[in-house]
């Protein structure tokens, strides 16, 4: 190992660096899609542009969303607890 550089604790830092830098926010985008799932194209309305039929995110999408955002949540909340613990 090198006296300059601790890899022990580089790649600790680079994976949770990578897991909230990047996971967190894509775990919200995917809550935040299964709230809205894609419409389907629908029939072309009184002035001639086509709508969109929205479907709702039903049950299991709705729960898979609250489960995500309870992910984030309870990430924020550790991060949180850990710097005040260290301080």
């Not at 790649?11 to 799932?37: C, D, E, Q, S, Y």
Request: no cysteine.
């Amino acid at each position: 190992m090198n006296s300059w550089i601790n890899l022990d604790a580089l790649w600790k830092i680079v994976v949770v660096g990578l897991l909230t830098g990047a996971g967190l926010p894509a775990l919200f985008a995917l809550g935040l899609r299964l709230l809205n799932p894609p419409g389907q194209p629908g029939p072309s309305g009184p002035t001639g542009e086509a709508g969109v039929d929205r479907p709702t995110a039903g049950p299991v999408g709705y729960a898979l969303a609250v489960l995500s955002f309870a992910v984030v949540l309870a990430s924020i909340g550790w991060g949180i607890s850990v710097i005040v613990g260290h301080s």
